[in-house]
């Protein structure tokens, strides 16, 4: 066990719709990252998050958003779903902003029909 | 970022000592080399990290080359829990996000 919370662990909609995908990273840590991973494309690095600030943007496309709220759990929204935004969503802490140790969540699983 | 290649996969029998490589020849004098791994879908596992020398925690060894253009994770006696995928990293981002590869499938056989 990671320390780090995600919820749900799995989640069916359908095309179009809206979901949020919930974070709590372990006591004291400040930084949160989130990764996709879907079979074509292993994992990707999406977003970073330290303090409630934006650190960092990967590959995260624009009908996706995230933040983090002062009580430092993170929210990732992604809108408009479509079939290929069907994977594995995890979520990450670390202490610090430059995370050479990070702490990785069970994951959502996100099934788009 | 540098970027690595790893086999793609390896086997190792109990008991023996699994080494897995990784070339990063393009590796510059600020980059740290990071290992993970990821058992069967579930949340990557940090294992060990290191910039110039050799490192060793309770989970593996990190070897690194004299020129930091190559390294090897070590896990000294591999068991059926430590099949998984084990991805290399090189990063030098002011933050700490990771970039990951294909990694290297590691079966452990009784």
């Known amino acids: 066990d990671s320390g780090v919370t995600q919820t749900p662990k799995h989640l069916i909609t359908a095309t179009g719709q809206r979901v949020t995908l919930r974070c709590s990273p372990r006591s004291g840590d400040l930084s949160v990252y989130w990764y996709q991973q879907s079979l074509d494309q292993g994992l990707q690095f999406l977003i970073q998050y330290y303090n409630g600030e934006e650190r960092a943007k990967g590959n995260i496309l624009e009908r996706f958003s995230a933040q983090q709220f002062p009580d430092l759990h993170s929210e990732l929204n992604l809108s408009s779903l479509e079939l290929g935004d069907s994977a594995l969503y995890f979520c990450a802490s670390s202490p610090a902003y430059r995370g050479r140790e990070q702490f990785f969540g069970p994951g959502t699983r996100l099934t788009v029909l | 970022d540098a970027k690595t290649t790893q086999p793609p996969s390896m086997d190792c029998a109990e008991g023996r000592a699994a080494n897995l490589p990784c070339n990063h020849s393009t590796i510059s004098g600020n980059e740290y080399v990071y290992w993970y791994r990821q058992i069967h879908s579930q949340g990557p596992q940090y294992i060990i990290h290191?910039?110039?020398n050799n490192e060793t925690n309770e989970m593996a060894s990190l070897i690194i080359t004299e020129d930091r253009k190559s390294s090897t994770l070590i896990l000294p006696h591999a068991t059926l829990r430590d099949t998984a995928v084990y991805y290399c990293?090189?990063?030098?981002?002011?933050?700490?996000?990771?970039?990951f590869g294909q990694g290297t499938t590691l079966q452990v056989k009784p």
């Open positions: 290191g910039l110039k």
């Open positions: 990293i090189v990063d030098s981002s002011n933050t700490g996000k990771l970039i």
